[in-house]
């Protein structure tokens, strides 16, 4: 019988040995990754300085790293296949590394209008085969034809900014140059996409597909309501040209530095 794959993501060690247990309880499946995720309430037992009650990571302990050593110990007895982390920063990344602790890949927040992982991480990842996988692409929506020529400041203008996501991502377009230059942006990604008879989004996704050490995008879906199956499709035969990314640099750069604004990947929710 083919094995069924599951993807756990692990916070303490008494959790690892009840998810393996719960695994050799049926031969059939396998542990096929444990992800570290930072940021989420779950993984504040791994550190101790840091009340529950705070939705951030407090590096000022370095617990990540035992749990990270012990996840890698159970990796070379062939009970975990691979590691991977969510928005640790590039410190914290080459710190790991440089722990001999084995990490395939780190999900981080990345976009046209956040550029911030090929400042820093990139580097370290190309150096090290370290793996980017981005979330946040299409930034909850916003980089799609329906905010095209819209005025999101004026109440009932514009389509609603009603939820999460579209929340979170207009603050990262204020904090980068704000609507009137993400506009333009707009119309630039609306050009190159009629250009190639496709949409907004697929360009932003393969805009990004594109950058270095990246290796895989996530967008989000919300079922029979937004699930991109064509954008998405759309996006592996489409080939930006030379005028194409020109032409998205030339935007992109014109907002501000959010390294400086923010900090490193994953800054925006370790601040208190």
């Known amino acids: 019988m083919e094995c069924s794959k599951h ?10 040995k009840d998810t393996l247990d719960d695994s050799k309880e049926n031969e059939t499946e396998e542990v096929e990754e444990i992800g570290l995720v930072e940021g989420l309430e779950s993984l504040m037992v791994l ?18 790293l035992d749990a990270l050593k012990h996840l890698a110990d159970l990796k070379e007895e062939g009970k975990i296949k691979t590691l ?18 084995p990490i395939v890949s780190n999900q981080v927040q990345h976009s046209i209008v956040d550029m911030r992982p090929q400042q820093r991480m990139a580097e370290l990842c190309q150096l ?28 009932f203008a514009g389509p609603p900014l009603n939820t999460p996501s579209l929340q979170k991502y207009i603050r990262m377009v204020d904090a980068w140059g704000g609507w009137s230059l993400f506009q333009v942006l707009l119309r630039t990604l609306k050009k190159i996409a009629s250009k190639h008879g496709v949409s907004i989004p697929t360009v932003a996704v393969k805009y990004i597909l594109n950058q270095p050490a990246v290796a895989g995008s996530m967008v989000g879906v919300r079922f029979g309501l937004s699930e991109h199956v064509q954008d998405i499709n759309a996006v592996f035969p489409l080939v930006l040209d030379d005028d194409d990314k020109m032409s998205i640099d030339e935007v992109s750069k014109k907002g501000k530095d959010l390294i400086r604004i923010i900090g490193d990947c994953g800054d925006e929710y370790r601040r208190a």
């Open 128 to 155: 090290t085969g370290v793996k980017l996988i981005t979330y946040g692409t299409v930034m909850g929506g916003l980089l799609s034809e329906k905010f095209l020529d819209t005025n999101v400041s004026i109440p």
């Open 84 to 101: 991977a982390l969510t928005n640790f920063d590039t410190e914290r990344l080459q710190i790991i590394l440089e722990n001999g602790i």
């Open 7 to 16: 993807i756990h993501f692990i916070a303490t060690e008494s959790d690892v």
């Open 47 to 64: 550190n101790e300085a840091t009340p529950t009650t705070e939705k951030k990571w407090d590096y000022s302990n370095p617990g990540y």
